[in-house]
Antibody
């Protein structure tokens, strides 16, 4: 079955970096884009951007340009999110989600999600 | 950027109620809207795609409607397991989530 398994919780200090992984299984990794979504504690979902898993090209939402990097280890069917120069406001759960195209109507859906990776930034 | 304004922010409901929540887009997004359900401590799950199409395995008490700028998710005959936060998502211009509607027991 299709699964996205993310790395474990992280506790970091301000100014440090963190790398979160998202390992896909059950489908051909390079056939589907991978999106990243942030959820701060008690808050809603915020789209961060996506990476083309075939070409490796990342696209970032405006609020996530600069300190955020999407990358791939395609041979391991893994997408990564790296955040540098961590700030307190980066404390959140980060989800990876596969974007699929439906066979009915050609609509896009996030039909598989990782379990979320918690990042806590605290001095 | 397309803003998705969801209302209400929260609703207090009883089992068996009919529940209606709304999402308004700041510009025309056609029918490029999905609805997701997120229960506490879980990842979001797809309910409705293309504004009105029920995803595989989603109970028929969930109905989506709308096009252009106004969208609605209706839950007929609310069940206890439907307690969650519901988000709309537009993907006509990049992607934007609404702020969510939280369903709580009255």
């Amino acid at each position: 079955q299709i699964q996205l398994v993310q790395s474990g919780p992280e506790l970091k200090k301000p100014g440090e970096s963190v790398k979160i992984s998202c390992k896909a299984s059950g489908y051909t990794f390079t056939d589907y884009a991978m999106h990243w979504v942030k959820q701060a504690p008690g808050k809603g979902l915020k789209w961060m951007g996506w990476i083309n898993t075939y070409t490796g090209k990342p696209t970032y939402a405006d609020d996530f340009k600069g300190r955020f990097v999407f990358s791939l280890e395609a041979s391991a069917s893994t997408a990564n999110l790296q955040i540098s120069n961590l700030k307190n406001e980066d404390t959140a759960t980060y989800f990876c989600a596969r974007l699929s195209l439906t066979t009915v109507g050609d609509y896009y859906v996030m039909d598989a999600w990782g379990q979320g990776a918690s990042v806590t930034v605290s001095s | 950027n397309t803003v998705m304004t969801q209302s209400p922010t929260s609703m207090f409901i009883s089992v068996g109620d009919r529940v209606t929540m709304n999402c308004k887009a700041s510009q025309n997004v056609g029918t490029n809207v999905d609805w997701y359900q997120q229960k506490t401590g879980q990842s979001p799950k797809l309910l409705i795609y293309g504004a009105s199409n029920r995803y595989t395995g989603v109970p028929d008490r969930f109905t989506g409607s709308g096009s252009g700028t106004d969208f609605t998710l209706t839950i007929s005959n609310m069940q206890a397991e439907d307690l969650a936060v519901y988000y709309c998502l537009q993907y006509n211009y990049n992607l934007t989530f609404g702020s969510g509607t939280k369903l709580e027991i009255k």
